[in-house]
């Protein structure tokens, strides 16, 4: 993806996991194979494999810079992270790419001020932390880590009923309460502004649905708007089979009214949309169709 600048505030990409082939009933447990027959044509052999029917998707996180602010938004699978054979794609992962992608922006661990997750699931925490000497340690020592109240909420409740469980495949557990202990946490209500700069404005919007307190992160400046939607929407299919929902969703019907209402503001307010999960180029504009549904169309036309 390359650079979106919005003014003096500019957004880069920072990939962990650049194409993952995903089985779709695993991620939309109502999908037909004859979804993809459908929609090969819209899509393209690199958003649905031609052959296996699977789903591309991406692991990335997101730099927003402002003047006197690095901030990363979500922080993928993370590395040391035990998770079930279900999540065999994150299970122990050892790899230096992500930090050396980040490098490649010329932005180190300290460089980063704030850290926001839009919700706490395993693959957007992870390298919140890392193992030192056997313990969980931030990631980003500097940083202050902004979690969405009510999310946070709900997950620590979840531990507080059941003792001992492994909150979130044991992402809460390594990748959440550590940061929360070493006191760099700051939990926020929705509509909160994390960072402005003259006219440049980025805040939080509650997006709730597929967690409880999910929320999506709105970036203004004079040059336009982007919303990174975190886990909102997770491939392209959904625009065109809006009846699919994710397994992971908390609640569906919720889930679905917060993509609608997504389309509908990225189409009103010409806004730029950068998905957590879409493979390269990831970000690009929610057009509406006649039929009334939406497509999506990449900043890279050639798609």
Not at 44 to 57: F, H, N, R, Y
Not at 181 to 196: F, K
Not at 244 to 253: G, I, M, P, Q, T
Request: with cysteine; glycine share 8%.
């Amino acid at each position: 993806m390359r650079t979106i600048e919005l003014g003096h505030t500019r957004i880069d990409k920072v990939t962990e996991m650049e194409l993952l082939w995903m089985e779709p009933g695993w991620l939309y447990p109502t999908y037909e194979p004859w979804m993809a027959e459908r929609h090969a044509d819209a899509l393209g052999p690199t958003l649905i494999d031609p052959v296996s029917g699977k789903l591309a998707l991406s692991f990335h996180s997101y730099v927003i810079r402002t003047p006197g602010r690095n901030i990363l938004v979500d922080t993928c699978n993370g590395n040391d992270k035990p998770r079930p054979p279900s999540m065999a794609w994150q299970h122990m992962l050892k790899s230096q790419d992500y930090l050396r992608n980040l490098a490649a922006l010329g932005l180190g661990a300290t460089d980063i001020d704030i850290v926001l997750c839009t919700h706490l699931h395993s693959d957007h925490v992870g390298w919140n932390t890392q193992l030192v000497d056997g313990r969980w340690t931030p990631t980003f020592p500097k940083a202050r880590y902004v979690f969405s109240r009510s999310e946070f909420e709900h997950w620590a409740q979840v531990l507080a009923g059941r003792p001992g469980h492994r909150v979130g495949h044991g992402s809460f557990q390594d990748s959440v309460l550590p940061v929360v202990e070493a006191g760099q946490v700051d939990l926020v209500d929705a509509g909160h502004t994390v960072a402005t700069y003259l006219d440049e404005r980025v805040w939080l919007e509650p997006a709730p649905g597929h967690t409880a307190g999910h929320v999506s992160v709105h970036v203004q400046g004079p040059r336009g708007k982007a919303i990174l939607s975190g886990d909102i929407i997770h491939h392209p299919i959904a625009f065109h089979e809006p009846s699919l929902y994710s397994v992971a969703d908390f609640d569906r019907a919720q889930a679905a009214q917060t993509r609608r209402y997504l389309f509908e503001h990225c189409v009103d307010a010409n806004a730029l949309l950068l998905p957590g999960h879409f493979p390269a180029p990831s970000a690009g504009h929610v057009l509406r169709c006649s039929h009334g549904g939406f497509r999506f169309r990449f900043l890279d036309a050639s798609r």
